[in-house]
């Protein structure tokens, strides 16, 4: 069975930073891109960002372009998401997701594998 399961979500006051993982098992970790989207409260799911397989090709986002990493160890099948300067519009539910494509990734919906998400609460 093939599950990504995110954690380091939480409450967080404006302007401070957070630390996003994604775990993954039950398929080949390492041939697969990740994505990071998040959905706020009455938006559509958004693309964050995204690391392609071996971790050379990155993608950001509008949203958290210049204030955000995203890195992976295939080691530990995990990917990383760092956000920096978070503000209230942050906010939402974050979810990592896999897509078999082997040389780059896309901030596109039409990832093969889903995690539930991690809620993520920016408020003073």
């Known amino acids: 069975q093939q599950l990504l399961v995110e954690s ?6 404006p302007g401070n930073s ?23 409260p009455g938006k559509e799911r958004e693309g964050l960002s995204c690391i392609s397989a ?4 990155t993608n950001y986002g509008d949203s958290l372009l210049g204030r955000a ?18 503000q209230p ?12 494509i082997p040389l780059a990734c896309g901030l596109y919906q039409e990832y093969d594998y889903w995690g539930r998400g991690t809620q993520v609460s920016v408020s003073s």
């Open 8 to 13: 380091g979500g939480g409450l967080v006051q």
């Open 18 to 40: 957070l630390s996003l993982a994604c775990v993954g098992s039950g398929f080949t970790f390492e041939k697969y891109a990740i994505g990071w989207f998040r959905q706020g």
């Open 54 to 57: 071996k971790g050379d090709i």
């Open 69 to 86: 990493i995203i890195s992976r160890d295939n080691s530990k099948q995990a990917v990383y998401l760092q956000i920096d300067g978070l």
């Open 89 to 100: 519009e942050d906010s939402g539910t974050y979810y990592c997701a896999a897509d078999q």
